[in-house]
């Protein structure tokens, strides 16, 4: 299983989807998504991952979803209309180009994991599916972290996953519609009520590693 540049390994266990209707991008995507650990399932299209994914059964086994914004047959935000429609709940890390990034801050509007400008490294790829099969992980079993949680706000709430998504804070204000100063405020109050004094202590919260 391969190592990243934090000593880390991919998940044991784990499901990871790839959509994308660029051959050379899928076929070596899913390759480093293999080599990492990763049971990976590879598609051409979203009607081709929804008649896959949506018509079998799924155990517990924590699964994300990576696909492209910008797709001939389905665009990869009808793609995640046509999964919230039908109940399909999957984590979904978008990678797009870089004059994307508007599609890609309304699909994290509409719930996105998070999402990747290209070109970006293996290792942020890696590290977008590991937050996005952690939150897998802890709404199909018991989250210890419940309770702590719990103090936020739904605002606070909001702003603590898209921290976790390494969103900074200029593309946080852009996605919930607010100033930059509203999101600092935001963080200090959430990072005061969690008992928490870096990013990294608030990740480790958030991911229920505290």
């Known amino acids: 299983m391969r190592n990243f540049e934090d000593g880390t390994a991919a998940m044991p266990d784990t499901r990871v989807y790839l959509v994308d209707d660029n051959d050379g991008f899928r076929d070596s995507t899913a390759w480093l998504l293999e080599t990492a650990g990763f049971e990976t399932h590879a598609y051409a299209s979203g009607p081709e991952f929804i008649s896959a994914y949506c018509g079998e059964r799924h155990g517990d086994a924590p699964e994300c979803l990576i696909s492209d914004i910008r797709m001939p047959e389905m665009s990869g935000l009808q793609l995640q ?20 990034v508007p599609l890609a801050v309304e699909a994290m509007r509409k719930g996105a994991s998070n999402f990747l400008e290209k070109p970006f490294s293996d290792d942020a790829l890696i590290d977008a599916i590991r937050v996005a099969l952690s939150k897998a992980r802890h709404h199909n079993g018991a989250n210890v972290q419940d309770e702590l949680l719990g103090k936020l706000s739904p605002r606070e ?9 390494s969103k900074p804070n200029k593309i946080i204000a852009d996605i919930l519609g607010i100033s930059i100063k509203t999101v600092e405020l935001h963080r200090a109050n959430m990072m005061n ?8 202590e608030l990740m480790k919260v958030a991911l229920g590693h505290g």
């Open 81 to 100: 209309e046509e999964l919230l429609r039908r109940g399909c709940m999957v984590p979904l890390v978008f990678v797009t180009a870089h004059g994307d």
């Open 157 to 165: 709430r909001q702003v603590l996953d898209l921290v976790v998504a």
């Open 193 to 200: 009520k969690l008992g928490v004094r870096s990013l990294p």
